[in-house]
C-alpha cells in the first residue's frame, strides 16, 4: 500500500524569503504525485501534479516541486512567499487507478511579515 | 462554473440519527470520491465510485453508506452517527481518477 510522509507539521518562514515543504512516499510503482493547498476554511486546492515527464513541474501561484525518484521525494518549493501562501499544505499519492488518494497529513505554513 | 457542491455546509446533530449529505458535480465526470479530515491525520478516503452504481471502499468505510444512481450524484449516508464520526468531510470528483476536485467540505459534529 502506498503512504505519503510529511515530516514538518508546521513552518514559519517570513515573507520574501524562500520554501521548501518535504514529501516522501512510498509505492512500489511510478506514482501520481500531488500537492494540494488548504486556506482557512476552504477546501483544496489543486497546486500542481506528476505523473510522468519532466521531474521539475510548475503549479500556480508560483510554485514548483521536483520529483525524485531515487530518494522517493516530491518537495514543494517557492522563491519567494507572500503573507496569503499561510496556509496547509498537502501532498498525496496515487495509484492511477480507482480515484484513490493517499495524503499525507498536512504541513502548516506561517508567514511573518 | 465547474464545481463540486456539498450540502450542507455545517451539521449539528445527535447520536443514531441517520443523515445524508449531498454531493453533486456538473463537470460529467467519472470518479467520485468522499474523504474525512481530522487534525494530524490529513484526508482519508471513505468510499470511492468509478461510474454509476459502481462502487468500493476506501481506507476509512466502517460506519458509512454510499449509492450512485446518477453519474452527478454521490450522497454519504450515516445510518446510525457516532460522536467518532465527528469530522470535515469532502467529495471530492475526477475525470480520469487521478487529478481530483474538491467540493469546500461539510462540517459535522455528532454529540
Do not use: Q
Given at each position: 500500500a502506498q503512504s505519503v510522509t510529511q515530516p514538518d507539521i508546521h513552518i514559519t518562514v517570513s515573507e520574501g524569503a524562500s520554501l521548501e515543504l518535504r514529501c516522501n512516499y512510498s509505492y512500489g510503482a511510478t506514482p501520481y504525485l500531488f500537492w494540494y493547498v488548504q486556506s482557512p476554511g476552504q477546501g483544496l486546492q489543486l497546486l500542481l501534479k506528476y505523473?510522468?515527464?519532466?521531474?521539475l513541474v510548475q503549479g500556480i501561484k508560483g510554485f514548483e516541486a521536483e520529483f525524485k525518484r531515487s530518494q522517493s521525494s516530491f518537495n514543494l518549493r517557492k522563491p519567494s512567499v507572500h503573507w496569503s501562501d499561510a496556509a496547509e499544505y498537502f501532498c498525496a499519492v496515487g495509484?492511477?487507478?480507482?480515484?484513490k488518494l493517499t495524503f499525507g497529513t498536512g504541513t502548516r505554513l506561517q508567514v511573518t511579515l | 462554473e465547474a464545481q463540486v457542491t456539498q450540502n450542507p455546509r455545517y451539521l449539528i446533530t445527535v447520536t443514531g440519527k441517520k443523515l445524508t449529505v449531498t454531493c453533486s458535480q456538473n463537470m460529467n465526470h467519472e470518479y467520485m470520491s468522499w474523504y474525512r479530515q481530522d487534525p494530524g491525520l490529513g484526508l482519508r478516503q471513505i468510499y470511492y465510485s468509478m461510474n454509476v452504481e459502481v462502487t468500493d471502499k476506501g481506507d476509512v468505510p466502517e460506519g458509512y453508506k454510499v449509492s450512485r444512481k446518477e453519474k452527478r450524484n454521490f450522497p454519504l449516508i450515516l445510518e446510525s452517527p457516532s460522536p467518532n464520526q465527528t469530522s470535515l468531510y469532502f467529495c471530492a470528483s475526477s475525470p480520469t481518477g487521478e487529478t481530483q476536485y474538491f467540493g469546500p467540505g461539510t462540517r459535522l459534529l455528532v454529540l
Open positions: 505523473f510522468s515527464g519532466d521531474t495509484t492511477g487507478t480507482a480515484s | -
